[in-house]
């Protein structure tokens, strides 16, 4: 999972418990004393104010990528690790002159005359391995966690299907406790990670693989939208979920990414030997996510976003009586085309399913436009990237949406109709959501206004206003590429 680099001697660098109490540093939140205040925001090293200047040099010399660092005192002892999402930039904070230096991270400053870092691929993977070092070194200045609080534990039962979830129950009975962490938010972003690559359960059903009623149950929408590998039916049996759970088990402890990477691609390649497509496919999806952390491994990558206070089974259930759909859509994909006056011009599709996100159908284009390139042409932006969409999916022969949503109104909507028909999915239903009057448009020509408390209105709000979230990443990311450049 991380390429260690020793930096510097000063003493042993093996895992030692350092003797001694030290006080506890409150930090920010996510296990880190952290006295910059500048949680990511780009900025030059500034003058350093305190430390020897061999480790001095050493922060100097610190990649900006992110991973852990120890801290050691004159004795070799690591007496604190934090995690960094840029590891120069979070150390170097420790010793500049800022105001606002509490006296407990002070007093650390005092006591560290050495340091040693460990790169990730990702901050999920530092937050996973600072718990496991902090486990394994027991520092002194990382006693917070111990102080008696409720901090926030990963708990993995042991059932024949283990179930995976966090608590803050220290004396939970039956289980296998992964913690303490510092920061609920980071440890839920890692666990929204980690459920879409183990695919862990989260129900409380009690399951046994000789049941026969597993032969006749229905999986969850966890299921679906590759959150869960449904071991309440015969999709899985034991011993497979088991090997997820163990792989789960190696890469919390922070050091395992290679070896889990190397048995999943030999489970993939048994799998497909031997004709068991789905578990390859499986062990395919682990794959990818994994090897995506290095380009999607921010911990804020994996927010959830906050649904709209309704029943989401009303607003389905709404939405096919006002759109007169077959039945409630349980796929929509929402549609939105953002750029700057014409430049970088770019398109974001989500996806929704069961009235929720499913960050794993999510897409993003950029737009190519006509002979001369994009403009600021919102119809025909919207025309080529529902095309796109659509002809990719009936030419690999996939599941369209039960419901497609477009950003805007009669224009948009028509010709993204257009594209629909062009693409071989002219029987999807579409419709589009005119911002100002929040007025559905239909391909008819007809118009829609509900009531600002319906819930489907509220659905597809919740839909439209993501899918304008996501654009607005993706053009501000374009931007950022380029100003840098």
């Known amino acids: 999972m991380s390429s260690r680099r020793l930096l510097g001697g000063g003493g042993p660098s093996g895992p030692e418990r350092s003797g001694g109490a030290a006080p506890a540093l409150t930090g920010t939140g996510d296990g880190e004393a952290d006295p910059s205040g500048e949680a990511g925001t780009p900025a030059k090293l500034g003058k350093f104010i305190s430390g020897p200047e061999a480790l001095l040099e050493k922060v100097r010399n610190l990649p900006e990528t992110p991973g852990c660092y120890l801290y050691k005192d004159a004795e070799g002892r690591v007496i604190y690790v934090g995690k960094a999402k840029r590891l120069r930039r979070r150390v170097a904070s420790y010793f500049q002159d800022k105001a606002g230096h509490p006296a407990k991270t002070l007093r650390l400053v005092q006591d560290v005359v050495d340091l040693e870092a460990i790169s990730t691929d990702s901050e999920v993977e530092a937050l996973l391995l600072e718990n496991s070092l902090i486990k394994d070194l027991q520092p002194r200045y990382n006693m917070r966690l111990k102080d008696g609080k409720q901090y926030p534990l990963l708990a ?4 024949e299907f283990p179930r995976v979830f966090i608590t803050r129950d220290h004396d939970t009975a039956n289980a296998e406790l992964i913690g303490p962490f510092g920061s609920s938010t980071d440890l839920n972003r890692a666990y929204h990670f980690l459920q879409r690559v183990f695919r ?4 409380d059903l009690d399951l046994h693989e000789a049941d026969p009623t597993r032969k006749h149950f229905k999986a969850c929408l966890n299921y679906h939208i590759r959150r869960c590998s449904a071991p309440c039916t015969p999709v899985i049996d034991a011993a497979t979920y088991r090997e997820d759970i163990r792989g789960l088990k190696a890469f919390l402890s922070g050091r395992g990414k290679a ?17 068991r497509f789905e578990e390859a496919a499986r062990c395919r999806d682990q794959l990818q996510a994994i090897g995506k952390l290095k380009e999607r491994g921010d911990l804020t990558d994996y927010d959830e976003p906050a649904a709209p206070v309704i029943d989401l089974a009303a607003g389905m259930k709404a939405l096919a009586e006002h759109l007169d759909l077959k039945g409630p859509p349980r796929v929509i994909e929402g549609f939105d085309i953002a750029h700057l006056m014409g430049t970088h011009v770019v398109a974001a599709q989500v996806q929704f399913v069961g009235g ?3 960050k794993d159908g999510y897409r993003r284009f950029k737009v190519k436009g006509g002979e001369n390139g994009p403009s600021n042409d919102d119809f025909a932006a919207m025309e080529e990237i529902v095309g796109r969409r659509y002809r990719r999916l009936v030419d690999e022969g996939q599941t369209l949406p039960d419901l497609v949503l477009i950003d805007g109104g009669h224009g948009q909507l028509s010709r993204a109709k257009q594209s629909l028909v062009a693409a071989g999915a002219g029987h999807v239903p579409v419709v589009s959501l005119a911002k100002q009057e929040e007025t559905i448009c239909r391909v008819d020509g007809s ?3 509900l009531s600002r408390r319906d819930p489907g209105l509220k659905l597809l709000q919740y839909v439209r206003d993501e899918a304008h979230r996501f654009s607005r990443r993706y053009l501000h990311l374009l931007q950022h590429q380029a100003l840098t450049e």
């Open 447 to 449: 118009e829609l206004r």
């Open 356 to 358: 929720v996100p499913h």
């Open 156 to 159: 993995i039962t042991r059932e």
């Open 259 to 275: 070896q889990i990477l190397a048995e999943l691609t030999t489970r993939m390649k048994d799998a497909a030997k031997e004709l």
């Open 200 to 203: 862990f359960r989260v129900c």
